[in-house]
């Protein structure tokens, strides 16, 4: 599993032809495991991811919410497993992160309209905090977050980590993915990110959480 004990995250050293994120380009920081892969879904299928968001949509939620009502402003869309493009999907995100599908959360659509954004925070759960027994009794503590870009907002909404003053650019069909966790298995500050404000046109993503242990 990602973030098991060692010198380094698991998947920083398995980066090989058929391991996990194989053909996906490292960011070169020590601090995070964090990859990109440009055209992981082709335009087709992000318009079919769209047009899905577009017609189930509803507020987003967090866990350990803050007092700041305006932390989240986008509108998420649950992509439920049965249908064919979300298991299509669901199947890729699995492979290129070395995953089963028992680990993965329900696949999310989010949606972010002018002035909507996702102020920083970090995805894993925090341990001390009021969510965490509800979150990950059954499948523990988000391991990996994979985030596919369905489009490109004509301008803002990047996604801006903070600590390692990186910067990325929406760009369809566009794959980020980081693990959650350091070397040590524990919940690193240092991914620390936003999904900065959109200034013109909607943005959409999905995103995949993965869990330490199977959640079915
Ligand atoms: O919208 C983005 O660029 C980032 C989304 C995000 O941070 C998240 O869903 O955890």
């Known amino acids: 599993m990602p973030g098991a004990a060692g010198a380094e995250p698991v998947a920083a050293r398995a980066a090989g032809a058929g391991a996990p994120f194989a053909g996906c380009q490292r960011v070169p920081d020590r601090r995070l495991v964090l990859y990109i892969r440009r055209g992981f879904l082709d335009t087709e299928t992000c318009a079919a991811l769209i047009a899905r968001i577009e017609r189930n949509r509803r507020p987003s939620t967090v866990a350990d ?19 064919p493009l979300v298991d299509r999907v669901n199947a890729m995100l699995d492979s290129i992160a070395g995953q089963t599908a028992a680990h993965g959360e329900v696949l ?10 996702f102020k920083l925070h970090t995805d894993y759960f925090e341990p001390d905090g009021p969510d965490f027994v509800r979150y990950c009794a059954v ?3 988000r391991t990996w977050t ?10 803002g909404g990047a996604t801006r980590f903070k600590r390692i003053n990186k910067t990325i650019r929406p760009e369809t069909g566009k794959l ?13 500050y240092e991914t620390l990110h936003q999904g900065m404000k959109v200034y013109r046109g909607v943005k959409y993503i999905i995103t995949k959480w993965y869990r330490e242990r199977p959640l079915a």
Not at 65 to 83: H, V, W, Y
Not at 108 to 117: D, F, I, N
Not at 147 to 154: F, H, W
């Open 176 to 188: 980020l993915a980081w693990s959650n966790l350091d070397a040590a298995g524990r919940p690193n």
């Open 139 to 141: 499948g523990g503590q």
């Open 108 to 117: 999310q659509g989010q949606r972010y309209a002018v002035g909507q954004e």
């Open 65 to 83: 919410a803050n007092d700041d009502p305006f932390n989240r402003t986008s509108e998420t869309c649950d992509l439920f497993a049965g249908d």
């Open 146 to 155: 994979c985030m596919v870009y369905l489009n490109e907002p004509e301008d």
